[in-house]
C-alpha cells in the first residue's frame, strides 16, 4: 500500500527539540518533493517546510525559518523534520506529504498524506 507514516512526536518543554520522521513505502521516493504541514486545534492547515528531490531545495514558513531543519533520505526512502527552539504556538498535529504539483506551500498541492504526528510544546 503506498503510504506515509510519521513518527517522533511527543511532548517537550519550550526551548527543546524533538526530531520527526516520515516513512514511505510502495512509491519511487527519490522522484518526489515532500513537504511537512502542522493544523493546530481550530485552525487550518499551514505550511511548514519543503524540500526537492534535490536535497539543496528546501523552503520554510517564516514562522520557522532558523529553528526547523527539513531533509532527506533517499536510500532509506525517510523524510525528517529536526526541529529546535520550540515555542508554545508549535504545538500541532504534523503531517508529511507527498507534492504533486503547484504551489509548495498549499495543502492541494501534495496528494497523498501521512496520518499525523501530535507535537505538544509546554511551558
Known amino acids: 500500500q503506498v503510504q506515509l507514516i510519521e513518527s517522533g512526536g511527543g511532548q517537550v518543554q519550550a526551548g527543546g527539540s524533538l526530531r520527526l520522521s516520515c516513512a514511505a513505502s510502495?512509491?519511487?521516493?527519490?522522484?518526489?518533493?515532500m513537504g511537512w504541514f502542522r493544523q493546530a486545534p481550530g485552525k487550518e492547515r499551514e505550511f511548514v517546510a519543503y524540500?526537492?528531490?534535490?536535497?539543496?531545495?528546501?523552503r520554510y514558513a517564516d514562522s520557522v525559518k532558523g529553528r526547523f531543519t527539513i531533509s532527506r533520505d533517499n536510500v532509506k526512502e525517510a523524510l525528517y523534520l529536526q526541529m529546535d527552539s520550540l515555542k508554545l504556538e508549535d504545538t500541532a498535529e504534523y503531517y508529511c506529504?507527498?507534492?504533486?504539483?503547484?504551489?509548495?506551500?498549499?495543502?492541494?498541492?501534495?496528494?497523498?498524506w501521512g496520518q499525523g504526528t501530535q507535537v505538544t510544546v509546554s511551558s
Open positions: 506529504a507527498r507534492y504533486y504539483y503547484g504551489d509548495y506551500k498549499a495543502s492541494q498541492a501534495y496528494e497523498l
Open positions: 510502495r512509491f519511487t521516493f527519490s522522484n518526489f518533493a
Open positions: 524540500i526537492g528531490w534535490s536535497f539543496t531545495d528546501t
